[in-house]
């Protein structure tokens, strides 16, 4: 599933992966759903700046921190689905963490990386 990975991430000459600002950084496998949503998008899910913070928080941060819409919104979209599918048992989750009243934790929960290929290929977006 390698490739898959570097098909979503820009690359610098040397093959590493690279943010929107073209510095370097380095994401799962596993990834908690908040950072596969981000990823999916082309995002950097920049966990280090919400390491505290609320589901609400990270659900902003998906919603609102891009410069760009279309990212934005897919990020959420698959954010939302990851989390749907993860409810209904379509998801197959590696650490599933819940909250205090029984949620599933999105900021915290482990999918494995080729959920995201699964999520592509059922949304239309792979082949």
């Given at each position: 599933?390698?490739?898959i990975?570097?098909?979503?991430?820009?690359?610098?000459?040397?093959?590493?992966?690279?943010?929107e600002?073209?510095?370097?950084?380095?994401?799962?496998?596993?990834?908690?759903i908040c950072?596969?949503?981000?990823?999916?998008?082309?995002?950097?899910?920049?966990?280090?700046?919400?390491?505290?913070?609320?589901?609400?928080?990270h659900?902003?941060?998906?919603?609102?921190?891009d410069?760009?819409?279309?990212?934005?919104?897919?990020?959420?979209?698959?954010?939302?689905?990851?989390?749907q599918r993860?409810?209904?048992?379509?998801?197959?989750?590696?650490?599933?963490?819940?909250?205090?009243?029984?949620?599933?934790?999105?900021?915290?929960?482990?999918?494995?990386?080729?959920?995201?290929?699964?999520?592509?290929?059922?949304?239309?977006?792979?082949?």
């Amino acid at each position: 599933m390698e490739a898959i990975f570097y098909l979503l991430i820009p690359l610098d000459d040397a093959g590493e992966p690279l943010d929107e600002a073209g510095e370097p950084f380095a994401v799962g496998p596993p990834l908690t759903i908040c950072e596969a949503a981000m990823v999916y998008a082309l995002r950097h899910p920049h966990g280090r700046f919400l390491s505290d913070g609320s589901v609400g928080d990270h659900e902003d941060f998906i919603r609102a921190n891009d410069p760009d819409a279309e990212r934005r919104h897919n990020s959420w979209n698959a954010y939302c689905d990851l989390k749907q599918r993860a409810k209904g048992g379509s998801l197959p989750l590696e650490k599933p963490v819940y909250l205090r009243d029984g949620a599933l934790d999105p900021r915290h929960t482990l999918v494995a990386f080729e959920a995201l290929l699964e999520l592509a290929m059922a949304r239309g977006d792979a082949t």
